[in-house]
């Protein structure tokens, strides 16, 4: 049996109390070819001490920023000197499962090379690693029925994807530029960029413990002043450009009203009013 090398690009920001536990999960994968990548993106407590005590005697590529510079272009960074055929971005709070990236690489043998992207269900776990739910993604359809394949219009339409447990094709990555450094987050305009291009395979188990605490990046989705929504509005501009049905535009509108809605409920007024202009333009095709 083959074993294509695989990369993982461990991203720490202030993770100091977590990132023991993601690092001593790679080394305890199953899958025999993992090459490892950990960048801290200038953290402002122990993390960098940390990680360089337990990486003592391991192999190990090490990034470590002087400087914040954000999740995107810290991994941009670190992807050029990713040698695997296949990359997982992985979040120092978060843990991998013992058999996660021997299950998604079987997955992608199964699928074939026109799928370039995997995702499976989650664990969630609390600050203490104490199992409090389950990201089941089933549960996200209404027959329960995960779409796999062309994906695109269901991105647009309603998150479903617990963004830790992606493998993806590096050439998919490079063939994408990589992340979007203008954004203050990634997975939404990697998921509406890639989905255009490749297929994304699904696996129903849990091959990942997704850590849930207060100062996640998620958390900060919509709170008041929210950098984040900024970068959702750009990315469903990218969207416009890139639809080519009416169902993709439906699909764009009703993202939209869902974005508007949570950006007015955490008094984003201005973000949430020019989602609702981007959403007239979509509904009459006003493009410019």
Request: with cysteine; proline share 2%.
């Amino acid at each position: 049996m083959q074993y294509p090398l695989v990369t993982i690009i461990c991203i720490s920001f202030n993770h100091s109390k977590y990132v023991a536990d993601a690092l001593n999960a790679v080394w305890n994968l199953e899958y025999p070819n993992v090459e490892l990548i950990i960048a801290d993106d200038a953290s402002t407590d122990k993390s960098q001490q940390v990680i360089k005590e337990l990486i003592l005697g391991k192999k190990v590529e090490l990034l470590f920023n002087t400087i914040n510079i954000g999740h995107c272009k810290t991994f941009n960074n670190a992807l050029k000197l990713a040698k695997g055929e296949f990359i997982i971005d992985l979040s120092a709070d978060d843990i991998l499962l013992p058999n996660s990236v021997s299950n998604g690489l079987a997955r992608f043998n199964e699928m074939g090379k026109s799928f370039g992207v995997f995702f499976s269900n989650a664990l969630h776990i609390d600050e203490d690693g104490i199992e409090i739910g389950a990201h089941i993604t089933p549960s996200f359809f209404y027959l329960g029925v995960v779409p796999q394949g062309d994906v695109y219009r269901n991105l647009l339409s309603k998150y479903f994807i617990s963004p830790p447990t992606m493998i993806f094709r590096k050439e998919l990555m490079e063939e994408l530029g990589g992340y979007n450094e203008a954004l203050s987050y990634e997975d939404f305009d990697f998921w509406v960029r890639s989905s255009r291009i490749t297929k994304y395979c699904y696996l129903s188990e849990a091959t990942v413990k997704k850590r849930i605490h207060t100062e996640s990046v998620s958390s900060k989705q919509y709170i008041k002043n929210s950098k984040m929504l900024g970068s959702t509005l750009q990315v469903c501009n990218t969207a416009f450009s890139l639809n080519k049905t009416k169902s993709e535009d439906f699909s764009l509108i009703m993202r939209l009203a869902y974005e508007a809605k949570m950006a007015l409920f955490s008094n984003n007024y201005s973000i949430a009013l020019k989602m609702f202009i981007l959403a007239i333009k979509v509904f009459f095709k006003i493009r410019s």
